[in-house]
């Protein structure tokens, strides 16, 4: 994973800060597993588990708390 | 879920805010589990269990954060 | 659950914005489950369990970042 | 619990702010289970759990971020 | 623990900051179960408990960030 | 542990700032256990647990909060 996946912070618009906040979400858990065969098997298991689906949601809140800082809100 | 549902962060009091941070939460939760199907059957499940319920409180409550900064707390 | 409840996040003193953090975790509640019975048929159990009334104190302390940033810390 | 425990977020010292960040997680779970014989019964359970343990520290060092940006650091 | 502790946020370093919000996690810890010998027998448990030592990470993840804010983030 | 591993929260590129997050939360680990042959046998374990991975991705999600604030966010 030593590519560049994570350039900048700035995005045009909240919605595609949103995006990017859930990409930093996924990397987070793929840094701690990185065999891409094991997390498609754990997939379908957490995607019908309500508690990780909400703890989920909490990961990408976090990431988008800090990416909308970066982008001062998108104020204008 | 290409369509635009974050436009902005701003909005005009508190609760619409308030409403805004759990659009926000579901949309967390959808993006990891996108089948609306599977979605319904859970709610149920979690909307009777008390930790569901108060963790989802609190990605409300982290989204809120955002937002409310976003807005200046709506000082005036 | 359209009327309004949160009209602002200024409050007079530090404690009713504790009191105010309390109302907006409970809402984050209220959303996700709207049935008042099924809520009142929750509470003895999660009020007599350790990690459910440590859970519900930090969804307080979430909201009441927001509300004490919102107020300025209620500093003079 | 009408009566007045939060009065101010000043404290002196980030000792004294810790403290009151103590002070904080427990009146937060005081209001969800108001009845202390209730919590002196769950309290020898929970203070053996480590699990809770930890936890009661995240709500403690969640409550004193709040508290330090109340006393600007205590920086001179 | 009437003895100063936390007499300063401040520190030279960022790892002399991380150190202390360490200490910082084990005192929330502690005023919540303050008897050493239970601590002794609960750590060989959540030690070898990965779901424990993630959560431990976070506390100290908390704590980080409101001793790096107070430093100024040891921006020159 | 006394080695010099934090002596900045200064990266180049936010992608740096995230690889320094995940060192804080793995660090943050090890202040708790420092033995590392019981965290490579508890590794396989929690790196397929959904939970777990979830969890992690947290904990780096608050730590890059601190180091993005710090970076000024890599704004130009």
Partial sequence: ???LWLASLI???PQAGFDLAITMSRKGVRYTQPDVEVLKKLRPVYAEDADALI??????????????????????
Same sequence: chains 1, 2, 3, 4, 5, 6.
């Fill in 55 to 76: 703890a989920s949601s909490q990961v990408i809140a976090i990431n988008f708390q800090t990416i909308a800082a970066a982008n001062n809100y998108w104020r204008k």
């Fill in 1 to 3: 994973m030593s590519d």
């Fill in 11 to 13: 995005t045009d618009t």
